[in-house]
């Protein structure tokens, strides 16, 4: 498990790479079985890096390995042989698949060029630490399956599936039977380890594994001309890289482009919360630490929660698709959201008109002007922006929720 790299990742403390190089060297020699070294691509992928950069970064950390290997003394195929990746994977199954794929594809040139005999990679899957959620956490089994499954079909030699409370706190009994049975059940029942390469010859597949191999290529020689992983890392420049990566994925979970079930849509507010004991401190000083549903589960841990009336127009056909998506949006941030007619509306600051935009048009302007005589302060209107209605804030699809959420929570009371 030595990887002087993934720690100078996680922690910012200079790798010795010459140091652990000696001390696999020594252990080689008498322990020809041994395996001793991880490249372990998780840090990069949970600061927020694309799967291209997680890919790129692992090959990276892998040709800095052989170099400081073979110069203590091993030659190049025993190098190799030392080195175990170490992979996320998320429930987006086809790109889990294609990146263990590719990362075989990428590390058969590797060796290829290096003169090794073996282009074999060991790949040690692990379930995406980045994907799990504290809020409806029994959504997480679903995610791990699926992730598991992804790995199994992309030929994973090893598999992790973490318990479905693995955000929340320290496993139980339970959760950790039922992780281990995931995987057992996958294999027993599903029969994954039985077929070599089920996803091969698939189109969508073998054109996904292409592309994202090219693009962890282009990662990975990006990294060489800066002078390798360790001087990246040291730089700050890698750091940046997928910094400016998180940014462009954390718009996407903003706008529920990409949507986070139980989280950022269809939250429940009546869940219970799982309870369990908190978690050891993990290192810090190196790249961050990012899960997507952050954002969203910040607004439910606030105490106090604020509650927007939905003021419905028109019959129950007419206005519900839009009461329900203002609905979702709202309890994303949990808030809370009764609903009713205009004439029912009391005791709230914030109000949230619902209706088709036949009834807009109708009846908008003036039921904002009873509402605010009758005490709003705030008036949302779910629907596309549309600056003939005197609204503070409009809720419509691809809108920025966490912005919207963050408007309401201030001015709501």
């Not at 890096?49 to 073979?70: F, K, N, P, Q």
């Not at 995610?143 to 693995?166: E, K």
């Amino acid at each position: 498990g030595i990887d002087p790299i993934g720690l100078a990742a996680r922690t910012g403390v200079e790798p010795d790479l010459a140091g652990a190089a000696a001390l696999v060297a020594r252990y080689a020699a008498g322990y020809p079985g041994l395996r001793c070294v991880v490249v372990d691509a998780l840090p990069y992928h949970q600061a927020g890096g694309s799967d291209a950069e997680e890919l790129g970064c692992a090959v990276a950390a892998g040709v800095a390995y052989l170099r400081a290997l073979t110069d203590a003394g091993l030659d190049v195929d025993a190098a190799a042989g030392q080195l175990e990746f170490r992979y996320a994977v998320t429930a987006d199954q086809f790109l889990g698949i294609a990146k263990l794929r590719a990362a075989r594809r990428l590390w058969a040139r590797v060796t290829e060029v290096s003169g090794a005999r073996s282009a074999a990679q060991r790949q040690h899957a692990v379930t995406s630490p980045a994907m799990m959620t504290r809020r409806d956490p029994w959504v997480n089994l679903l995610r791990t399956t699926v992730a598991c499954f992804a790995a199994g079909i992309g030929g994973a030699d090893a598999v992790t599936v973490a318990p479905f409370d693995a955000a929340i706190g320290l496993p139980t009994a339970f959760t950790r039977r039922i992780a281990r049975n995931t995987q057992s059940i996958l294999l027993e029942e599903s029969r994954l380890a039985v077929v070599i390469d089920p996803a091969g010859g698939s189109w969508y597949v073998e054109s996904l594994t292409d592309a994202l191999a090219h693009k962890a290529w282009a990662v990975f020689t990006e990294l060489e001309r800066a002078g390798g992983i360790v001087a990246a890392l040291a730089s700050g420049e890698l750091a940046e890289r997928l910094a400016g990566t998180w940014a462009r994925r954390s718009a996407n979970l903003a706008t529920r482009v990409d949507a986070i079930t139980g989280v950022s849509e269809y939250p429940n507010l009546a869940e219970t919360p799982v309870i369990r004991e908190p978690l050891p401190d993990e290192p810090r000083g190196g790249l961050p630490r990012v899960r997507y549903a952050a954002a969203y589960e910040e607004f439910r841990d606030r105490t106090h929660a604020p509650t927007v009336f939905l003021a419905t127009l028109g019959p129950v056909a007419a206005h519900s698709a839009r009461a329900g998506f203002a609905a979702n949006l709202l309890q994303a941030g949990g808030i809370d959201t009764p609903t009713g007619s205009p004439d029912a509306f009391t005791g709230t600051s914030v109000v949230c008109l619902c209706g088709t935009d036949t009834a807009y048009a109708a009846e908008a302007t003036e039921v904002i002007t009873r509402l605010k005589q009758a005490g709003a302060t705030t008036v949302l209107l779910a629907g596309p922006p549309n600056d003939a209605y005197p609204v503070d804030l409009f809720l419509y699809r691809g809108c920025d929720v966490l912005a919207a959420l963050s408007t309401v929570w201030e001015v709501a009371r």
